[in-house]
């Protein structure tokens, strides 16, 4: 099963941006979605973002308009361009597929805050 390992995540002030990445340790060409996830401390994961092989994309309400899903499938890496942020992104951002496989990255640590 493919290995995922997110980073680029910090802590920014509100209106500020970050870029988070994804990298996979195999091929994730023949994986029909991929997505962002986010978990809030006391919250329930939540899918942010997905993307198809072909680039369609989508976005939950909440980033809609500031968050930006890509994907390089030579490079088997997927991104989450991140402006306009604002402290109830705070979170730990994770990538997998969608729906989600069984193990999940690290993850990466994303704090808004002035």
């Known amino acids: 099963q493919v290995q995922l390992v997110e980073s680029g995540g910090g802590l920014v002030q509100p209106g500020g941006s970050l870029r988070l990445s994804c990298a996979a340790s195999g091929s994730i060409f023949s994986i029909s979605y991929m997505g962002w996830y986010r978990q809030a401390p006391g919250n329930q994961r939540e899918l942010v973002a997905t993307?198809?092989?072909?680039?369609?994309?989508n976005y939950a309400d909440s980033v809609k308009g500031r968050f930006t899903i890509s994907r390089d499938n030579a490079k088997n890496t997927v991104y989450l361009q991140m402006n306009s942020l604002k402290p109830e992104d705070t979170a730990v951002y994770y990538c997998n597929a969608h729906p989600p496989f069984s193990n999940w990255g690290q993850g990466t640590q994303v704090t808004v805050s002035s």
């Open positions: 993307i198809t092989s072909d680039g369609s994309t």
